[in-house]
């Protein structure tokens, strides 16, 4: 036996190096290369001496001339100053997963400054001519600030994003406000959409204004309406628009796409099943709000999938007290009968 525990040995077949770390028999050897330990044979192994010795040593590299490393001196004016574009509305739709398909659960909406000033801003939410949500704050140059989420069902509630932007540093030469509303179009947003999924893009984005309007002579103070028991007695506020009449619960809904818009044909498989879920969502909800005994939902037979979506859903509402598919002389199968707990 020529190797001993501890001895540097060189693999013939790789020409790596390692070392004995315990003798198996007179023909075999335990070696370690690296972190790993395995078996060889000895007639693969040899002493690394004479490889070391043999092996060409590589050529030294290019002696580099003297100046070689100073960077050279930068420009005056860098080349990558950011340009303003104008504020913007950022949508980031999150999806779920049903069996095959993605859906969209609900809209994360972001406030996206990109311009050099500092803004305040106003922001509310109004759902069925009703406000939800109010923010108050303030957005730096050239970064982003989360609004709120919108359930995607609650676009059958007629929503809308009023802002008011405010320039943060006084300026005489610019508007004391700037009101601007956006007030989504389902149908374009399911479109939208869509073509963000074939895209694989993260975010829609919706400019509000690109840039912050100058002052003019018939520019008139914001209306701050907390600030309405301050008002003089003299004064008299606008009359408030009249709101629009509550929708009133259905106990017959017919969901054929057909009877919910005009414009449906050129949808979309998914853009159809959205306006017909967005739609049983909002009157199963009414119907419990009102207290109703029962409500039967048609939904055809087709290839099953909305009547899927429907049961899912009432499985999930704790005021379903049961619901059944059965026979119907006026619905076939096509239909779903709900009872509710009260």
Avoid: C
Wanted: aromatic letters at 12%.
């Amino acid at each position: 036996m020529k190797f001993e525990i501890g001895d540097k040995i060189l693999l013939l077949h790789s020409k790596e190096e390692g070392t004995v770390v315990d003798i198996i028999n007179d023909t075999m050897v335990m070696v370690e290369v690296g972190k790993v330990t395995f078996p060889v044979y000895l007639d693969q192994i040899d002493f690394p001496y004479f490889h070391r010795f043999t092996t060409p040593k590589p050529a030294p590299p290019p002696q580099r001339v003297q100046g070689y490393d100073i960077k050279p001196e930068k420009k005056k004016y860098e080349d990558n100053i950011r340009m303003s574009r104008g504020m913007f509305l950022s949508i980031l739709p999150v999806f779920r997963m049903d069996a095959y398909e993605e859906h969209v659960q609900s809209l994360k909406f972001y406030l996206l400054n990109e311009t050099s000033e500092a803004y305040r801003f106003n922001f509310q939410v109004w759902l069925r001519n009703s406000m939800e949500l109010e923010i108050r704050n303030e957005i730096q140059p050239f970064s982003n600030f989360y609004l709120s989420d919108l359930m995607f069902e609650s676009l059958n509630d007629g929503p809308r994003l009023e802002f008011v932007f405010f320039p943060k540093e006084k300026n005489d030469k610019l508007a004391p406000s700037f009101p601007k509303t956006w007030k989504p179009k389902v149908k374009q947003l399911f479109l939208q959409l869509s073509e963000l999924q074939t895209r694989r893009d993260a975010t829609l984005s919706q400019l509000l204004f690109d840039k912050y309007p100058e002052k003019s002579k018939n520019d008139k103070p914001y209306f701050d309406a907390s600030s309405i028991g301050s008002l003089s007695a003299g004064s008299t506020p606008a009359a408030p628009a009249a709101p629009e009449p509550p929708a009133q619960p259905k106990y017959e809904l017919d969901l054929h796409i057909e009877m919910l818009t005009k414009e449906w044909r050129g949808l979309k498989n998914i853009e159809i099943l959205a306006i017909q879920l967005n739609e049983f969502v909002h009157y199963l909800e009414l119907a419990i709000v009102h207290h109703q005994h029962s409500m039967i939902v048609i939904h055809g037979v087709g290839k099953g999938k909305l009547k899927d979506e429907i049961h899912a859903i009432l499985r999930d509402t704790p005021e379903v007290e049961r619901f059944i598919n059965e026979y119907h002389p006026r619905y076939g199968y096509g239909a779903t009968e709900i009872f509710f707990r009260h």
